[in-house]
């Protein structure tokens, strides 16, 4: 009985470490994600505003905020925000406008 009980703590204790991700798997991770964002970003030079945000597996996304320069002309170098959302199944990004999130400087 002793051996049993010994024998399923064990396999717990590896079970429980296999589903842990290691800090080296997220960055790994984390250089995807913005790599990705990055790529589908209609941005010139777009960067990462804060950290990416890692929504429950549930859901299967995670979410970046970029900002950088829009390129076309008549934009003349106006700085843009664009929302990324990362499809952990697919490995696909899509990027959205989302210049509304930045303070326009009129109070109510």
């Known amino acids: 009985m002793k051996t049993l009980t010994f024998s399923l703590l064990c ?15 997220w960055a790994a991770y984390d250089k995807t994600v913005l790599a990705s964002c990055t790529q589908a970003s209609g941005l010139k030079s777009p960067k990462p505003v804060g950290n990416a945000a ?25 700085q843009g925000t664009e929302l990324c959302l990362y499809n952990k199944k697919s490995k696909t990004a899509y990027v959205t406008e989302w210049d509304s999130i930045r303070p326009t400087g009129k109070t109510r």
């Open 54 to 78: 890692q929504f429950d597996d549930r859901v299967g996304y995670t979410a970046v905020l970029l900002q950088g320069q829009y390129p076309q002309k008549h934009m003349k170098g106006q």
């Open 11 to 25: 396999l717990s204790a590896l079970a429980t470490q296999a589903h842990a991700s290691s800090p080296d798997a």
